[in-house]
């Protein structure tokens, strides 16, 4: 998905398990610590990182699992 702001262009990542997106790259562990890794860094991002970092374990999990789900889509 694309979004165009007055400050950029944000493209968003394909989350649906694409051969070379985050699910196919990434097991359930690797995609929970990255959301820890990312609400850590000091940045501008309209990604809610803190938010979701506050989420159990379990939660993102069962995030990755549902992703994990859907029928790959590809990135238009």
């Given at each position: 998905?694309?979004?165009?702001?007055?400050?950029?262009?944000?493209?968003?990542?394909?989350?649906?398990?694409?051969?070379?997106?985050?699910?196919?790259?990434?097991?359930e562990?690797?995609?929970?610590?990255?959301?820890?890794?990312?609400?850590?860094?000091?940045?501008?991002?309209?990604?809610?990182?803190?938010?979701f970092?506050?989420?159990?374990?379990?939660?993102?999990?069962?995030?990755?699992r549902?992703?994990?789900?859907?029928p790959?889509?590809?990135?238009?």
């Amino acid at each position: 998905m694309k979004m165009v702001e007055s400050d950029g262009t944000l493209v968003t990542p394909n989350l649906t398990p694409v051969a070379d997106g985050i699910v196919r790259r990434l097991d359930e562990q690797q995609f929970v610590e990255r959301f820890r890794m990312r609400a850590q860094l000091p940045m501008q991002s309209p990604m809610p990182w803190v938010a979701f970092a506050r989420m159990t374990d379990d939660d993102l999990g069962a995030i990755y699992r549902y992703l994990k789900t859907l029928p790959p889509l590809p990135t238009p």
